[in-house]
């Protein structure tokens, strides 16, 4: 099956991946989807927490979003709750009590209206990065999110939908895994937001999309561990399927 934009059914858009070293921040990355889809996050922490939210038996995750444009609202807050659950699986948060974990989250784009899972996706993977770059929050895994759409007319389901796709689609949502180094037979399906958009609601959909959306987003979990390696040993060869010459720099790498 060939989509519009050349695409196969289960491939994604190229992915962006950008370190930014920004200032008064303990780790920032940029993540996207193709240019469609693109997120900045910055994170702060372990820092002191006011005493209102402050937890005596583990650190407070505090996640803020900030629209392309006009200010946060209802839907803003709604969206950054749902990626303080997708995210929290894989931080330990006991290690530090009484403090205040902070990741502020940009859009870099406007979504579709009619499909704005894809910025969702975008902007889980651009706070793990954030989470990685900073390295001051013990993890047990990484986290990274993936869209997948089921066309209504062959019924098969396409991974990272495009916003002309989302109008073909009957249904569709944002699929969260945990990876980790050797433990990859404990790789779990973290958080979703699947729904139909025809009514109604097909358990074995959601198992079929949910398989769908695994393979894809390992591929995502190997681009960021590519991303680390390369900046942490930045004179290293790139490994199989990247090509020679391939730039490496300490403070910006972009993928």
Not at 70 to 94: C, G, Q, R, W
Not at 129 to 145: D, E, R, T
């Amino acid at each position: 099956m060939s989509r519009r934009d050349g695409r196969k059914r289960n491939d994604l858009r190229d992915l962006i991946v950008d370190f930014d070293n920004l200032a008064r921040v303990d780790g920032s990355a940029r993540f996207g989807f193709g240019p469609e889809y693109l997120a900045l996050a910055t994170l702060s922490g372990p820092i002191e927490a006011r005493l209102s939210a402050e937890n005596p038996s583990k650190a407070t995750l505090d996640v803020h979003l900030r629209p392309l444009s006009n200010v946060s609202a209802t839907e803003s807050k709604s969206l950054a709750s749902a990626i303080a659950s997708a995210l929290t699986p894989s931080l330990l948060l006991t290690q530090n009590p009484r403090t205040l974990i902070q990741l502020v989250v940009q859009a870099l784009s406007s979504p579709s209206k009619s499909w704005k899972d894809g910025l969702t996706a975008t902007m889980i993977n651009a706070s793990t990065l954030a989470f990685l770059n900073a390295a001051s929050i013990p993890m047990k895994g990484i986290v990274c999110a993936v869209t997948v759409g089921r066309l209504a007319s062959s019924k098969q389901f396409v991974i990272d939908p495009s916003s002309e796709e989302a109008a073909l689609l009957d249904a569709g949502g944002c699929f969260a895994f945990l990876f980790a180094d050797g433990l990859e037979e404990r790789v779990k399906c973290v958080w979703t937001n699947w729904r139909s958009f025809s009514g109604g609601f097909d358990e074995k959909n959601l198992v079929q999309a949910r398989n769908v959306a695994s393979e894809s987003a390992r591929e995502v979990w190997s681009k960021m561990k590519l991303c680390v390696h390369c900046r942490e040993q930045p004179g290293s060869k790139p490994h199989a399927g990247e090509k020679d010459g391939e730039d490496s720099d300490d403070d910006k790498m972009i993928i």
